[in-house]
């Protein structure tokens, strides 16, 4: 493993590179679980995931190579300039996640093309389209997905690998933290986009509703754990404080997310509780980020 040995002083760009990562895993995770169900009614808004997952993925790599200071050497991280191979090293958490952005960037490229394919956007696509449909399509969307959620892991556990108070003091629970987060915020997305869209089926925002519920569950209990953790190690003032506007937002998020479906919900404008979830994951990466560096 690679600690870092000071603060690294990131700044809002890999903010970005964590919110969007995110939400790009867990898109790709919810149409592949959509697609998997076999409903024929779920196809539309697994495309939706799909499409949303590739574009959500294109400004990570340009957030996290501008964050890293020098844009121009971001290659050296997959290609080796002592001896021009490549430079994959497994037990290095940066180069582990450059390779898997790379690689889980075909995956989603790949399915993007096969969605637009299949809304008769670009017939150049068709092929691809045809190619991903049955069988061969779930096996590469369930390969993806692996990958995807990687990613929403990844982010969580590059941090808790490092030597800097909060991170290191969370452990295994930041990165259970971040896939819930992910999870529960791609649903909120997705339940955003679905009401814009008339094609997507009634039943399928349903039972998007519920997932974003249990993944909101799934997320509370971890972020009590992470809390815990914290309050173990006497770190717990670090993410406190100043850090209170966060907590609101974070709370406000989860709140919304688990009232997606009650009676109160229903009476909101249709796009609050979405927004509210989606602000309360990018305020939940921002304070786990930016606390451990003051």
């Not at 809304?119 to 696509?125: K, N, Q, S």
């Not at 108070?165 to 909120?188: E, I, R, Y």
């Not at 008339?198 to 993944?215: G, I, K, N, P, Q």
């Not at 688990?258 to 796009?271: D, F, I, K, N, T």
């Amino acid at each position: 493993m690679e600690h870092f040995a000071s603060p690294p002083h990131w700044e809002w760009w890999i903010l970005g590179y964590f919110f969007f990562g995110g939400i790009s895993g867990g898109s790709y995770a919810l149409g592949t679980l959509l697609r998997f169900s076999g409903n024929a009614r779920d196809e539309s808004a697994a495309r939706v995931a799909f499409i949303t997952s590739f574009i959500a993925l294109v400004p990570c790599p340009i957030f996290l190579t501008i964050d890293l200071g020098q844009p121009l050497l971001f290659w050296h991280m997959l290609v080796d300039t002592s001896n021009g191979g490549l430079a994959f090293k497994p037990d290095s958490p940066m180069s582990l996640g450059s390779w898997a952005l790379l690689i889980f960037g075909v995956f989603s490229f790949v399915s993007f093309l096969g969605a637009i394919a299949e809304v008769g956007w670009f017939r150049a696509t068709n092929g691809i389209g045809r190619a991903l449909r049955g069988a061969a399509g779930l096996v590469w969307s369930a390969i993806g997905t692996v990958f995807g959620l990687f990613i929403c892991a990844y982010t969580g556990v590059l941090l808790a690998v490092s030597n800097q108070a909060v991170w290191s003091d969370a452990g295994w629970a930041l990165g259970g933290m971040f896939v819930a987060s992910a999870l529960a915020g791609s649903a909120a997305l997705l339940l955003l986009l679905a009401r814009s869209r008339r094609d997507v089926d009634a039943d399928t925002a349903v039972r998007l509703e519920s997932a974003d519920r249990y993944f909101a569950i799934l997320e509370t209990i971890l972020i009590a754990i992470f809390l815990v953790l914290l309050a173990i190690a006497g770190t717990i003032g670090k993410v406190l404080g100043v850090w209170i506007v966060l907590w609101v937002l974070v709370i406000l998020g989860l709140l919304a997310s688990l009232a997606m479906r009650s009676g109160a919900a229903r009476r909101w404008p249709p796009v609050a509780a979405p927004i509210l979830a989606l602000l309360g994951v990018l305020a939940l990466r921002a304070l786990v980020i930016f606390s451990a560096q003051t």
